[in-house]
């Protein structure tokens, strides 16, 4: 089964800036598309960005011109998150839709506070 486990999350003022990864327990062929999907309290989870294995990718308008999403293709992805705003503050899945599954990782936090 594989496992995706994320990172870079933490506290950080406005205006700030994070570098999150999300690497999975294995090599994972033909992905068809990965992303970030982060859920703030009493919200459901929402898109915030994905990413094709033609490299296309897909923003939510709430993030356009401040996230960039990229990826290796085979195991991990990254979500570069600039001009951070308390509004962002949420717990970041990501996730892996590949032939083999659809797998979800457990998240990490990002607190955007002064």
């Known amino acids: 089964q594989v496992q995706l486990v994320e990172s870079g999350g933490g506290l950080v003022q406005p205006g700030g800036s994070l570098r999150l990864s999300c690497v999975a327990s294995?090599?994972?062929?033909?992905?068809?598309?990965m992303g970030w999907y982060p859920q703030a309290p009493g919200r459901q989870r929402e898109l915030v960005a994905t990413v094709t294995s033609f490299g296309s990718t897909n923003y939510a308008d709430s993030v356009k011109g401040r996230f960039t999403i990229s990826t290796d293709n085979v195991k991990t992805v990254f979500l570069q998150m600039n001009s951070l705003k308390p509004e962002d503050t949420a717990v970041y899945c990501c996730?892996?839709?590949?032939?083999?599954?659809?797998?979800w990782g457990q998240g990490t936090q990002v607190t955007v506070s002064s």
């Open positions: 294995e090599v994972i062929f033909n992905i068809y598309r």
């Open positions: 996730n892996v839709v590949a032939p083999r599954g659809d797998y």
